[in-house]
């Protein structure tokens, strides 16, 4: 179970400048246009790696689910929808998610 103070942890990395910037620079190339939840994968594990038992949380399937949620409401306040879902993850050197949901801006 994702316990609160770990759902907090968490937004904080989706929420942060560096994890906004990213997911934002993969919705905004309509040609190279790749899953928002794939560019910060590196930084989700790079803030849980040295600790297992929260790693190990963000790996199963509900928190994930639950990170793609927030992600879509993150992206949401930044003025982008989803463009298109179950896109194939691309294996970054962190592999969290197989598939994700790509974004294109709202106009």
């Known amino acids: 179970m994702l316990e609160e103070s770990l ?12 994890s906004i910037t990213k997911m934002n620079t993969a919705s905004e190339n309509k040609m190279l246009r790749r899953p ?17 038992d929260k790693l190990r949380t963000i790996l199963e399937d509900s928190t994930k689910m639950w990170i793609g949620k927030k992600i879509k409401e993150i992206m949401s306040e930044n003025y982008y929808k989803v ?15 197989s598939t994700a949901s790509s974004y294109e801006p709202i106009v």
């Open 83 to 97: 463009s298109e879902r179950g896109i194939k993850v691309k294996h970054n050197k962190h592999t969290i998610f």
């Open 36 to 52: 928002a939840a794939e560019a910060i994968e590196d930084d989700l594990y790079l803030n849980f790696k040295n600790d297992r």
């Open 7 to 18: 759902k907090r942890e968490i937004e904080a990395v989706l929420r942060s400048e560096g």
